[in-house]
T-cell receptor, first 115, second 117 residues
Framework: KAGVTQTPRYLIKTRGQQVTLSCSPI?????VSWYQQTPGQGLQFLFE???????NKGNFPGRFSGRQFSNSRSEMNVSTLELGDSALYLC??????????????FGEGSRLTVL | AQSVTQLGSHVSVSEGALVLLRCNYS??????LFWYVQYPNQGLQLLLK??????LVKGINGFEAEFKKSETSFHLTKPSAHMSDAAEYFC???????????????FGKGTKLSVKP
């Protein structure tokens, strides 16, 4: 069974640009969530989608957005990039968003560098 | 609100020695607790989880953790470290609002485990 696939794995952008990251969940998983990982702040929850609806959102500015498609694939977008947005962005999928809670399967992440 | 504290950002042990990674949580309701491992340049992998069944939880790769409500702890242990255990370990609690799990996780800052030959 294929795992969670994230693309691209690495990318470099400059300040002010925007970026779109993609995530394909494990087949049959309907919930997708996104986390940002940085050395200073650690792992922080961005948002969660289930059945194309955002179910939960972390404490991030509106520059961070996402969506989920009918096939459960998800994208997240960051507009007007700032240096502080440099991070590893991790996507995780699960069968359902809350049952069982927290049993997430993570992709290898997309490493974004903002210059 | 829930929170997790991992004591020690770096832990170094010798191969064959006991591994003990500490995690304390804060939660006003019975928590769901997890340990994840992250190898270099990879995502996170679930080691084990506590969901209010047995207090001693066994996970993959010989790891186990014990839920101690009185100490609000969920420490991760392994009797004998292997070189392949070198990685970063994260303790996490499921966020709960309005009496229900939100599904997202609140992570500790992580502990990097080094294993010396």
């Amino acid at each position: 069974k294929a795992g969670v696939t994230q693309t691209p794995r690495y990318l470099i952008k400059t300040r002010g640009q925007q970026v779109t990251l993609s995530c394909s969940p494990i087949s049959g998983h309907r919930s997708v969530s996104w986390y940002q990982q940085t050395p200073g702040q650690g792992l922080q929850f961005l948002f969660e989608y289930f059945s194309e609806t955002q179910r939960n959102k972390g404490n991030f500015p509106g520059r961070f957005s996402g969506r989920q498609f009918s096939n459960s694939r998800s994208e997240m977008n960051v507009s007007t990039l700032e240096l502080g947005d440099s991070a590893l962005y991790l996507c995780a999928s699960s069968l359902f968003p809350r049952i069982p809670p927290g049993e997430l399967f993570f992709g290898e992440g997309s490493r974004l560098t903002v210059l | 609100a829930q929170s997790v504290t991992q004591l020690g950002s770096h832990v170094s042990v010798s191969e064959g020695a006991l591994v003990l990674l500490r995690c304390n949580y804060s939660s006003s309701v019975p928590p769901y607790l997890f340990w994840y491992v992250q190898y270099p340049n990879q995502g996170l992998q679930l080691l084990l989880k506590y969901t209010s069944a047995a207090t001693l939880v066994k996970g993959i790769n010989g790891f186990e953790a014990e839920f101690k409500k009185s100490e609000t702890s969920f420490h991760l242990t392994k009797p004998s470290a292997h070189m392949s255990d070198a990685a970063e370990y994260f303790c996490a609690v499921s966020e709960i609002n309005n009496g229900g799990s939100q599904g997202n996780l609140i992570f500790g800052k992580g502990t990097k485990l080094s294993v010396k030959p």
